[in-house]
């Protein structure tokens, strides 16, 4: 019987028990190990095929945890955290109450920066460096593993371009795989595949010129080359970066030759990587593929639309317009600054820019959006896809502060559709007629409604609309979230509450709002977003500038804290969402004495 290694593997000590030869025998049970686990329980398989040996050679070389290392993004964490003590619960990944699909600081020493975003890597260890430098541990080393797509981004540059000038003990690992989510775009992808190619790597060095002492590529399976070349750079003092070449998905043929689908395939079978798909045909489609071919039928008609996104073309749908219009739609890379900052260019020559970023993204563009397009007033389209909670992925990845940090930015306006024939006819008002930036943002997954695809109509700018005419009490929502409000108000003992979709959480439908105060007694807002500065809390402001007293108003939301990883159903619950917490909050306004 063949011998077993990764189940005596509890952290780095034990792995370096094993002889070098035995370290080939252990990366194969662990994508093994990786392939079952995640063909059940589902997670981000490509990445984490790719650097098995990788992660293998980074541990059995260096005295982690003593050694910090920090993976960017850390979508290819998984072989990390099954070799440092999270093995036995590895099958609990991204599960409510079990370990984060990201690092995480506080799951393990090992993981010594919480990750989820790209592009934090070289920075964050830098700074690891630094403080290593002034705590007088001038021998402990710090190794960062960056992607080809994410050291693309500004942020890394910024991280290069300050390690260069340093004496900081700091290893950069550069992951080349071509791939982000999607294939790599841009000059320094095309840069990078000349150097593999057989360009001389000194002749001509980016990394060189920015002071950091470069070498590779090498092969990033091939152990023995990877221990060799790591045990060398472990006695050279100074910025050094490690130029890696690895395959996305490998191990699984199927992962490997469909990188874009395994990066996170749902469930497949583990010895074939066949996905165990549901029957979809007679699904609504998900909102990204509604926005995407909505997008391209108004593009047919209208010139002036081009079609904008931060690597995220398969994932926000865009790719429907790439392939209709390449001349009018862009993947930019992972770079969100530039992305909002182009379509504000392209703002001022009367082009018409809908701009693809998730939720969680935009906020890595903030100063863009205010100094570049809401302070110019440009009529720019923000599509804000994965907004409010979006599940497994936790809370680098929950889209609920848009509403908030976009709602005090002036000129901007806000909307949020009830289902997918509202975001249609959204996309087609705003390319009729808008005369400044607007964020449209809608969630993750599949809509309610198979026959979406309806005859336009128009939406007037901060106008909302009622669903149900009630009495003493109105509940006033925002998004998708809606349409959950509605089935629970059909009930017999709710059937006199009123409801009014207000799609607008900026402007607010303030004519409507007036309706509202002078004929119920008590207002409920609910909204998938958070209620520090959102949608409620605007109403709020409303109420209070009318001064009516003799209102109650109630606000449900994302509370002041950050809402972990686990499906939908549970997060809701334990934030109060659901439709059981608002039947509760509707009970005891209707049992109190005041009613």
Same mark, same amino acid.
């Given at each position: 019987?063949?011998?077993?290694?990764?189940?005596?593997? $509890?952290?780095?000590?034990?792995?370096?028990?094993?002889?070098?030869?035995?370290?080939?025998?252990?990366?194969?049970?662990?994508?093994?190990?990786?392939?079952?686990?995640?063909?059940?329980?589902?997670?981000?398989?490509?990445?984490?095929?790719?650097?098995?040996?990788?992660?293998?050679?980074?541990?059995?070389?260096?005295?982690?945890?003593?050694?910090?290392?920090?993976?960017?993004?850390?979508?290819?964490?998984?072989?990390?955290?099954?070799?440092?003590?999270?093995?036995?619960?590895?099958?609990?990944?991204?599960?409510?109450?079990?370990?984060?699909?990201?690092?995480?600081?506080?799951?393990?020493?090992?993981?010594?920066?919480?990750?989820?975003?790209?592009?934090?890597?070289?920075?964050?260890?830098?700074?690891?460096?630094?403080?290593?430098?002034?705590?007088? @541990? #001038?021998?402990?080393?710090?190794?960062?593993?960056?992607?080809?797509?994410?050291?693309?981004?500004?942020?890394?540059?910024?991280?290069?371009?300050?390690?260069?000038?340093?004496?900081? $003990?700091?290893?950069?690992?550069?992951?080349?795989?071509?791939?982000?989510?999607?294939?790599? !775009?841009?000059?320094?992808? $095309?840069?990078?595949?000349?150097?593999?190619?057989?360009?001389?790597?000194?002749?001509?060095?980016?990394?060189?010129?920015?002071?950091?002492?470069?070498?590779?590529?090498?092969?990033?399976?091939?152990?023995?080359?990877?221990?060799?070349?790591?045990?060398?750079?472990?006695?050279?003092?100074?910025?050094?970066?490690?130029?890696?070449?690895?395959?996305?998905?490998?191990?699984?043929?199927?992962?490997?030759?469909?990188?874009?689908?395994?990066?996170?395939?749902?469930?497949?079978?583990?010895?074939?990587?066949?996905?165990?798909?549901?029957?979809?045909?007679?699904?609504?489609?998900?909102?990204?593929?509604?926005?995407?071919?909505?997008? !391209?039928?108004?593009?047919?008609?209208?010139?002036?639309?081009?079609? #904008?996104?931060?690597?995220?073309?398969?994932?926000?749908?865009?790719?429907?317009?790439?392939?209709?219009?390449?001349?009018?739609?862009?993947?930019?890379? #992972?770079?969100?600054?530039?992305?909002?900052?182009?379509?504000?260019?392209?703002?001022?020559?009367?082009?018409?820019?809908?701009?693809?970023?998730?939720?969680?993204?935009?906020?890595?563009?903030?100063?863009?959006?205010?100094?570049?397009?809401?302070?110019?007033?440009?009529?720019?389209?923000?599509?804000?896809?994965?907004?409010?909670?979006?599940?497994?992925?936790?809370?680098?990845?929950?889209?609920?502060?848009?509403?908030?940090?976009?709602?005090?930015?002036?000129?901007?306006?806000?909307?949020?559709?009830?289902?997918?024939?509202?975001?249609?006819?959204?996309?087609?008002?705003?390319?009729?007629?808008?005369?400044?930036? #607007?964020?449209?943002?809608?969630?993750?997954?599949?809509?309610?409604?198979?026959?979406?695809?309806?005859?336009?109509?128009?939406?007037?700018?901060?106008?909302?609309?009622?669903?149900?005419?009630?009495?003493?009490?109105?509940?006033?929502?925002?998004?998708?979230?809606? @349409?959950?409000?509605?089935?629970?108000?059909?009930?017999?003992?709710?059937?006199?509450?009123?409801?009014?979709?207000?799609?607008?959480?900026?402007?607010?439908?303030?004519?409507?709002?007036? @309706?509202?105060?002078?004929?119920?007694?008590?207002?409920?807002?609910?909204?998938?977003?958070?209620?520090?500065?959102?949608?409620?809390?605007?109403?709020?402001?409303?109420?209070?500038?009318?001064?009516?007293?003799?209102?109650?108003?109630?606000?449900?939301? !994302?509370?002041?804290?950050?809402?972990?990883?686990?499906?939908?159903?549970?997060?809701?619950?334990?934030?109060?969402?659901?439709?059981?917490?608002?039947?509760?909050?509707?009970?005891?306004?209707?049992?109190?004495?005041?009613?």
């Amino acid at each position: 019987m063949a011998k077993k290694y990764l189940e005596n593997i $509890n952290n780095s000590c034990d792995l370096k028990k094993l002889s070098q030869k035995e370290l080939g025998l252990l990366a194969q049970e662990l994508r093994d190990f990786i392939i079952e686990v995640v063909s059940v329980k589902k997670g981000h398989l490509g990445a984490s095929l790719g650097v098995v040996e990788l992660t293998i050679a980074i541990h059995y070389v260096f005295d982690t945890p003593k050694d910090l290392l920090v993976w960017d993004v850390g979508h290819q964490a998984y072989p990390h955290k099954i070799l440092t003590g999270r093995r036995e619960m590895f099958h609990t990944n991204r599960e409510f109450g079990g370990i984060s699909g990201f690092p995480k600081l506080g799951e393990s020493e090992y993981d010594t920066f919480g990750t989820g975003h790209s592009s934090t890597s070289i920075s964050a260890t830098l700074g690891m460096s630094i403080a290593s430098r002034l705590n007088g @541990e #001038i021998d402990r080393q710090h190794i960062a593993v960056i992607g080809d797509a994410s050291i693309a981004s500004g942020m890394a540059f910024e991280g290069l371009n300050h390690a260069g000038v340093s004496d900081s $003990n700091i290893l950069i690992i550069l992951n080349d795989n071509e791939m982000g989510i999607d294939p790599n !775009v841009g000059a320094l992808k $095309n840069y990078l595949t000349s150097v593999k190619n057989g360009m001389d790597a000194h002749q001509k060095n980016l990394f060189e010129d920015l002071d950091l002492s470069y070498s590779g590529p090498i092969d990033g399976h091939n152990i023995d080359a990877l221990l060799e070349e790591l045990s060398r750079l472990k006695t050279v003092s100074g910025p050094k970066i490690l130029h890696v070449i690895t395959k996305k998905g490998k191990g699984l043929p199927t992962a490997e030759k469909d990188q874009v689908t395994y990066h996170a395939p749902g469930l497949f079978d583990k010895i074939s990587g066949e996905l165990l798909s549901e029957n979809v045909a007679d699904l609504p489609l998900k909102y990204q593929d509604v926005f995407g071919l909505t997008l !391209v039928e108004l593009a047919e008609r209208n010139k002036k639309i081009v079609g #904008i996104t931060p690597a995220m073309p398969t994932g926000s749908s865009l790719k429907y317009m790439i392939e209709a219009f390449p001349e009018r739609a862009f993947d930019v890379g #992972i770079a969100e600054q530039h992305a909002v900052t182009l379509a504000a260019g392209l703002a001022t020559q009367g082009m018409l820019p809908f701009c693809a970023i998730y939720s969680t993204f935009l906020q890595r563009a903030y100063d863009q959006i205010i100094h570049d397009v809401a302070l110019q007033n440009l009529p720019v389209v923000f599509c804000v896809d994965r907004a409010g909670l979006v599940g497994e992925d936790g809370p680098t990845h929950h889209g609920v502060f848009d509403i908030s940090f976009l709602r005090c930015i002036p000129n901007m306006a806000i909307f949020s559709p009830m289902d997918e024939i509202e975001l249609r006819n959204i996309l087609y008002s705003v390319q009729r007629d808008l005369s400044g930036p #607007i964020a449209i943002r809608y969630p993750r997954g599949r809509g309610s409604k198979v026959d979406w695809k309806k005859d336009f109509q128009r939406i007037e700018m901060g106008q909302g609309r009622c669903l149900k005419k009630g009495n003493k009490i109105a509940v006033l929502t925002l998004g998708p979230i809606g @349409e959950e409000v509605y089935e629970l108000l059909q009930e017999e003992q709710f059937r006199g509450i009123g409801h009014y979709d207000m799609r607008f959480a900026k402007p607010l439908d303030t004519s409507l709002l007036q @309706e509202i105060y002078s004929q119920y007694k008590h207002i409920v807002t609910v909204e998938d977003g958070a209620i520090n500065g959102g949608f409620g809390e605007a109403v709020l402001a409303h109420l209070n500038k009318q001064n009516r007293k003799s209102l109650e108003l109630r606000i449900l939301g !994302v509370p002041d804290s950050f809402v972990e990883h686990g499906s939908l159903p549970q997060l809701k619950s334990k934030i109060g969402l659901d439709k059981k917490s608002l039947q509760m909050v509707l009970e005891d306004i209707m049992n109190n004495k005041n009613y």
